[in-house]
């Protein structure tokens, strides 16, 4: 029997009073590929995300993560399941150093239990030197050494966006969902984010994107979904969701058909 998706959503609904921003959505993520997320502003792509990553309750429907359901999960806990999630606008803590923001980001830290400090020191400072020495990694991968002693506020946006990143990789997420990670970012900046996720695809980690850089979901993403008015209105490889009448009306034009 072939394994179930990594992550699916049932029926979701998620409503604001009267308007209803995500309106029974289902979709499937399987384990080992980057599935795109597109749709006109206002689709509702940014509140499925929320819901899926526990930061909002659904109004109605279901969430499942690797065989469990996390609907009704509180976001850290979703996080400590191995969902990571990275924001449209980049969120560090601006007064830390790139290394401290993602030091910050390990999971299960001895020290952030003031007594261990105290009865558990060599543990602590243990653990501590192990954790700097997986965040240098890290920042290496995402090409950040020569800023990780620079408080996050003073690097550029599209470091920043590869900070986010850097951030979720240190939970050893099964599966990231990214939002808008292109916005803003330079050309050559975006090129290395987008070698950064085909890479980590590679290693076996699982993406799902939310992207209006139309160039980058064609060349990256399979399969691609795409919501309107908070409804699933198309699904499949890019090529038939770029010839999706559907899709077209609502929101490529004549860009892609």
């Known amino acids: 029997m072939a394994p179930g ?18 309106d029974g959505v289902s979709l499937q993520v399987a384990e080992g590929t980057i599935t795109g997320l597109i749709g006109p502003n206002g689709a ?8 899926i990553a526990g930061e909002q309750r ?3 429907g279901q969430v499942r993560f690797d065989g469990r359901d996390i609907t009704r999960l509180a976001s850290y806990d979703v996080y400590g399941l191995g969902l990571g999630r990275t924001f449209q606008i980049p969120r560090p803590f601006p007064a830390m150093t790139v290394l401290e923001n993602v030091m910050l980001a390990a999971p299960d830290q001895a020290g952030e239990k003031f007594w261990n400090t105290w009865f558990r020191p060599g543990t602590v400072a243990r653990q501590e030197r192990a954790i700097m020495e997986r965040a240098r990694e890290i920042i290496a991968f995402c090409n950040l050494s020569g800023v990780e002693r620079s408080l996050a506020r003073a690097i550029s946006g599209g470091q920043k966006k590869l900070l986010e990143l850097a951030r979720v990789l240190m ?10 990670p292109a916005a803003g970012v330079n050309p050559a900046l975006l090129d290395t984010l987008v070698e950064k996720i085909v890479e980590l695809n590679r290693q076996g980690k699982t993406f799902l994107i939310i992207e209006h ?19 699933v209105i198309s699904a499949g490889t890019p090529d038939a969701v770029a010839g999706d009448p ?12």
């Open 5 to 22: 998706p990594l992550l699916e959503v049932s029926d979701a609904v998620k409503t604001f009073g009267a308007m209803r921003a995500v």
């Open 44 to 51: 509702g792509k940014t509140t499925l995300f929320s819901a």
């Open 58 to 60: 659904l109004t109605s």
């Open 171 to 180: 939970s050893e997420p099964k599966l990231i969902l990214l939002d808008e």
């Open 213 to 231: 850089n139309m160039d980058m979901i064609m060349s990256l993403c399979d399969p691609v979904v795409v919501l309107a008015q908070g409804r």
């Open 246 to 257: 559907a899709v077209i009306d609502a929101y490529l034009g004549e860009v892609v058909a």
